[in-house]
């Protein structure tokens, strides 16, 4: 080694001392780390509790929406009664709310006894109703509703005052079984007013067989304890005449010769048609009740639309047996 290459090392080893007698001591570097690291694993535990609670929270919430939310589907099976009643005969109680998508009729009927007052609204862009108007005019036997002409018909018992309560809804009372029924029909009349209802039933359609759409929904009964539910559904082209018919109710009707078959994964019945009537496959429910769908459709797709119906856990039920909701 030169002497420049010895002097040149000497340099290097006195700077390296010089650091090295300015570093801090290890021990001290060490539990200086060790405490940053517990600084930030604390926060760093708290964040990641506070993550799982927000979890869990966000999860019950989700669950109980999901085992609560009512409305499986935005379905048609919940329709929308624009009309009713301001003035009722003594001892009537409604029983019976009808209604569907588009032109559908409404319908809404009180019971006592054996009289009965049906209050229906259809579209006057259904054409069957479409010149009610007309038909108003050229009729001899007139009466006046809220200041619009109406057609009065019928004598006795029974009765119906017809008129249109606006530009697009034709509204009929229908009197029976209760004397002096043009009378009572005149009374309602001039007492209805446009306070909706809604029909809340317990079941919904799932899919349907091709071709086929919900045409309406029914809830009857004389009280809650008896209710049923009832949808259609038809050919859109061909709406008046339905097609499938799935009801809900207390009572197995009409499962006479019924041949056992699976149903909503249990044992229902299928029967067959005859004498003019329709198939139809039935099954109880875990609550009791029965459902029910017929038409005139293969064994195949009825058992296939009993599947597939959804049953709403909140129907509201009680209106029936009420003079007024």
Not at 133 to 155: E, F, N, P, W, Y
Not at 258 to 268: F, I, L
Request: net charge neutral.
């Amino acid at each position: 080694m030169t002497r420049s290459e010895h002097e040149t090392e000497t340099l290097i080893r006195e700077s390296l001392d010089r650091l090295a007698a300015r570093a801090p001591d290890g021990r001290a570097v060490q539990e200086a780390l060790a405490r940053a690291g517990r600084r930030r694993r604390a926060p760093a535990r708290l964040a990641l509790v506070a993550a799982a609670v927000v979890a869990l929270v966000v999860g019950v919430v989700a669950g109980a929406q999901l085992l609560t939310r009512p409305d499986l589907v935005p379905a048609a099976g919940r329709p929308v009664l624009a009309y009713g009643p301001g003035w009722l005969p003594g001892g009537f109680t409604e029983q019976y709310r009808e209604g569907g998508p588009g032109i559908t009729p409404q319908v809404r009927r009180w019971f006592a006894g054996p009289g009965s007052i049906t209050l229906s609204a259809y579209s006057t862009a259904d054409p069957e109703w479409s010149q009610t108007a007309l038909k108003i005019a050229s009729i001899r036997d007139q009466a006046l509703v809220h200041g619009r002409v109406a057609m009065l018909t019928g004598s006795g018992g029974a009765a119906q005052l017809t008129w249109l309560a606006d530009d697009e809804h034709v509204l009929c009372a229908s009197i029976a079984g209760i004397p002096e029924a043009r009378a009572v029909a005149q009374r309602f009349a001039d007492a209805v007013t446009a306070e909706p209802v809604e029909v809340r039933g317990e079941l919904r359609f799932g899919p349907l067989p091709p071709g086929l759409a919900e045409r309406s929904a029914a809830v009857q009964g004389a009280g809650p304890a008896d209710a049923s539910t009832e949808l259609t559904a038809a050919d859109p082209a061909r709406p008046s005449i339905a097609v499938v018919r799935a009801t809900v109710g207390p009572n197995p009707l009409g499962m006479t010769g019924g041949a056992p078959v699976m149903v909503r994964g249990g044992q229902g019945f299928f029967v067959a048609p005859k004498n003019g009537s329709d198939a139809m496959v039935a099954v109880r429910l875990p609550s009791g009740r029965w459902l029910r769908v017929s038409g005139s459709r293969p064994e195949a797709e009825l058992i296939a639309v009993a599947d597939g119906v959804q049953l709403d856990p909140a129907p509201d039920y009680r209106w029936l047996g009420r003079a007024t909701s």
